[in-house]
């Protein structure tokens, strides 16, 4: 009793980094990333070079744990195991064809850098925020530019770029539907002697681009600049010299990471129901001459690809929980896989590659294993670099894959962290990933906020699959499509009972947490079932109407329910959390991101009002600072470990 009222006591301070749930927390995140060595834990933006070393951005605790990650650009060299870094602060990084120059961004400009010695050869500032580089074939610099006042997509944080001003901080923020600073543009670099220019102007906003050759582009592109506009955005052609475009393909479902043939005359491109820009995973098209055609890959679903050579195209994906590295060949008009596996997986939100001539890179992980830059072929996976930190890894019990069937027969996979496999009756934290197109992959020490320390603590945690996730074809996509808190609802709840029927865990200590999605499905189970303990509900929707109009992308919605913002019938009123709160009393505590324009803060203190009504206990934490998900530190830390206080207090005293 005396732990139950510390926890209460604990859980309702606006300060918990005295704690021992705050230092536990911090305790296993610095053995994982080894803040005070400064190594780097993890890479993206992978470029191999000729001459066998790599480039990429590395990320790193170089400072404090609370000082969160910094990025910047790297060489490594596989041979000695020496990696140096080229430029701090790197966000992005591109190699020239050649491979003796690159381009890195870092905040405040563009550097071309040569690789041979390291010197600096130019430097352009920009007006805006690279998203994007690419080199054309003969040295050209493509950039895509993000306005200074332009929206940050859901998957990387959810919020508004900060336009600077002269003024005083009380001046107001003005919003007329638009201006110049919230469009993303195509700009080129055409030497190192010259000054950018633009290629494209308002009202077309590019979203992904790749040279077709030295004169033009293909462009992932709408007619407006707001993040809805991306589910209805289409693959263009853009002339170099004019910025104009033409149409090259329309579709129902979205596209993403355009790649263009050698020779400039097809264009692949993946098209896929998405939830979120930047997490897109689905079937592999081929456009030539203004006509589509798929490319069948299987059961695999694409979400990176890149050209060997005129006929091939390397790719990666999912099979369900299953990693797929493929090569399909235009000329056979069939795919081979390459490598597979269900234990370990590549890329951050998807699997993703890197090429340099026949040979594929991609950096490896699995929940015991830390990252590791890896060659990859048929028989044999070539470790090139380790990111492991210095000293015993943090990582305890067992990760396992798990299948059970939804009430209406559908199976359901997912995966089971617990302490090891003899455990049993045990309480279950549940973390319901974003999306809903999106999924869980066997990835390092799961990478969920409290995870591993829960583990550690005696915790089982479920990471669930539920219908609408990726890796499982667009058919089992579109299940969620029109029913979001319908089918999918009792997905998760099947997956307890049928847990609880094996043993492993106390069906009466369930704890719900997750973002997004997940959010609006911790809040959405306790207003239908009364066998929650507790939930955490993070960046949650819980009001469809007010969702629609202060959201930054209110397509989203209308594509995930069955029904109108403007009716007082259908989902927007029946699955919305905050009109059924009067008969909840599973204990909730809310976290959400001041800054947050993908499910705005409002949404988290509309349930954590109605709850209060209603007498329920609710605790409403808002980091000012955050966007979407709560990404930023020492945020992360914090709820992390509020998740664990508010879970134990609830389940195990």
Known sequence: MTMDLDLATMVSRRDIRDT??????????????????????????IHPLKDGTVCAIGATFAGSLEDGPSYNAYRIDPATQAIVELRSGGRHLAVAADGRRCAIYRDDGVEIVDLRDGSSLAWQSVPGVVEQMRWSPNGKLGLLVAGAGSDVSGAEGGFALRVEHDGPSWLPEVDMGGSEDVWRRLWMWESDDADIRPVTTPPLNVWEFDWTDETGFAVIASDHHGEGSWYGASLRLIDAATGKDRSGHCATDQLAIPRTSPDGGQVAFIEAVCSDRGIVCGTLRLWEGGAVRTLATGDVEVSDMHWIGADRIAFAGLRGLETVVGMYDLAADRAETIWSSIDRTCGDHNPAIAVSGEEIYASIESYAEAPKLVRLGKTEVAPLWSFAAAGASPVTGLI????????????????????????????????????????????????????????????????????????RGQDFARRVLGDMGGADTNDLISAFDHLSALGIIDRDKVVLSGGSYGG????????????????????????????????????????????????????????????????????????TGGRDKSTPPGQALEFHNALLQAGATSVLCTYPDDGHSLRGYPAYLDSAARVMMWAEKHVMY
């Open 20 to 45: 021992p749930h705050y230092q536990a927390v911090a305790e296993y995140y610095s053995a994982l990333f080894a803040p005070a060595t400064g190594l780097v834990h993890a890479v993206r933006e």
């Open 520 to 591: 609006f499905m911790s809040t959405w189970l306790i207003t239908q079932h009364t066998r929650i303990a507790a939930s955490v509900p993070i960046s949650p929707v819980t009001n469809w109407y007010s969702q629609h109009f202060t959201s930054q992308f209110p397509a989203f919605d209308e594509v995930f329910l069955d029904g109108s913002p403007v009716s007082p019938v259908g989902q927007y009123f029946d699955r919305s959390p905050v009109f059924l709160a009067a008969h909840v009393r599973t204990p909730t505590l809310t976290l």
């Open 400 to 471: 396992e894959t798990v299948r059970w069937t939804a009430e209406d027969g559908l199976e359901i996979e997912g995966l089971l962290l617990r302490p090891d496999d003899a455990a049993r009756n045990l309480p279950l934290l549940v973390d319901i990933h974003g999306g809903p197109v999106w999924g869980y992959r066997n990835r390092w020490a799961a990478r969920l906020r409290a995870a591993g320390p829960m583990v550690a603590r005696g915790f089982a945690v479920l990471l669930p699959n539920p219908r609408g996730s990726a890796g």
